[in-house]
């Protein structure tokens, strides 16, 4: 028997475990969701109207920024694994996805930031390891 998912059910489930953000053009956040505020410590109006950059770990390359911002503004979607700071100096490791958002006509208005927090996986390497065993032995073939 299938079972049908309304969008309310999957954005929902969406909420509670991916770091939501939205920016304009220029990377000021427009959006945040209440997990972006728990792992950062920032409240929403603190976030609200700060460039992105207020979470940027100062060891990221700016190539890597650079990248991203080329591949976004191309329309295309841009995904990486970052480190980013909280508010209190934390450490958090991000599986990022990050894409444009358009308009009617097609116009890039804006950019979404889809986030999973990899913390876990950090401390988890066998397992990391083994994965990765698996895809290079299933993808060198």
């Given at each position: 028997m299938s079972q049908t998912l309304n969008s309310q059910q999957l954005l929902s489930a969406l909420d509670k475990v991916m770091v939501i953000s939205t920016t304009d053009l220029q990377g000021t956040i427009t959006y945040v969701n209440d997990l972006f505020c728990q792992l950062t410590g920032y409240s929403r109006e603190e976030l609200l109207?700060?460039?992105h950059s207020i979470v940027r770990h100062p060891s990221v390359p700016k190539a890597t920024y650079k990248d991203m911002w080329d591949?976004?503004?191309a329309g295309n979607i841009?995904?990486?694994?970052?480190?980013?700071?909280?508010k209190g100096g934390g450490l958090y490791v991000v599986d990022t996805t990050v894409q444009p958002l358009y308009?009617?006509?097609?116009a890039i208005t804006s950019y979404i930031s889809i986030r999973r927090v990899i913390n876990d996986l950090m401390t988890d390497f066998e397992a990391v390891?083994?994965?990765k065993e698996q895809f290079d032995e299933f993808y060198d073939n």
């Open positions: 109207g700060q460039p591949t976004i503004k841009w995904t990486g694994i970052i480190p980013n700071v909280g308009d009617e006509q097609g390891e083994f994965s």
